[in-house]
């Protein structure tokens, strides 16, 4: 009589302890369900944050390299040549804009040229219309110096700054009222700085 009622107790309190532990057990796993889901979107906010910061600190140097491993000013003014043998320069431009862009116009009678080059494909791209107007075209020994003028602008970046980390991002040769002028904006990190030169004076 004695052993049946310890052996019923026994059985009672195994089956409580069971009932017991299978709460807990769902509780353990809700708990470890919901954690990686925050982590997971914190994780993906601080990246996305540390991303873009990235991207607007190195798009300097992103440029340069770009610019570095492709086609040069001298590239795009004879692709010009070519394409308009009887045309004379009248400007020529370089730019960044999700890519570099070399820009070179030329008038010849009654039309002006122009052509786009993709520094980095080599791509081009023309068009023509009627001009009647009167111009005045780049000497060919400007055309020449153009490396020249860019050089000059980062010397004077760098010694102004202190460093040699720095790109001519944008530039421009052409006449403003009459003058031949060449205008530089030159970048490092956050810095940047314009120079502009009277070409026929400084060259």
């Not at 925050?38 to 994780?43: A, D, G, L, R, S």
């Not at 730019?95 to 002006?112: F, K, N, P, S």
């Not at 780049?138 to 010694?159: P, T, W």
């Amino acid at each position: 009589m004695n052993k049946k009622i310890i052996l019923a107790g026994i059985l009672a309190t195994t089956v409580f302890l069971a009932g017991c532990d299978k709460p807990a057990t769902t509780t353990d796993d809700a708990n470890t369900t919901d954690a990686p889901a925050v982590t997971e979107t914190q994780n993906e906010t601080n990246n996305t944050e540390a991303t873009e910061g990235t991207e607007a600190a190195n798009e300097p140097n992103e440029a340069a390299g770009q610019h570095e491993e492709q086609y040069g000013v001298n590239d795009a003014i004879e692709k010009f040549k070519t394409e308009f043998p009887n045309a004379q320069i009248t400007s020529v431009s370089y730019d960044y804009d999700d890519r570099y862009q070399y820009d070179i116009t030329g008038r010849e009678q009654g039309m002006e040229h122009e052509l786009e080059l993709d520094a980095k494909s080599g791509q081009t791209k023309v068009k023509s219309e009627n001009e009647d107007d009167a111009f005045t075209a780049i000497d060919e020994k400007y055309l020449e110096k153009i490396d020249e003028m860019i050089n000059k602008s980062l010397d004077e970046f760098a010694s102004a700054n202190g460093t040699d980390n720095m790109i001519a991002k944008e530039w421009e040769l052409e006449f403003d009222d009459g003058v031949l002028e060449f205008k530089s904006e030159v970048v490092s990190g956050n810095k940047t700085t314009e120079y502009k030169y009277n070409v026929v004076n400084e060259f």
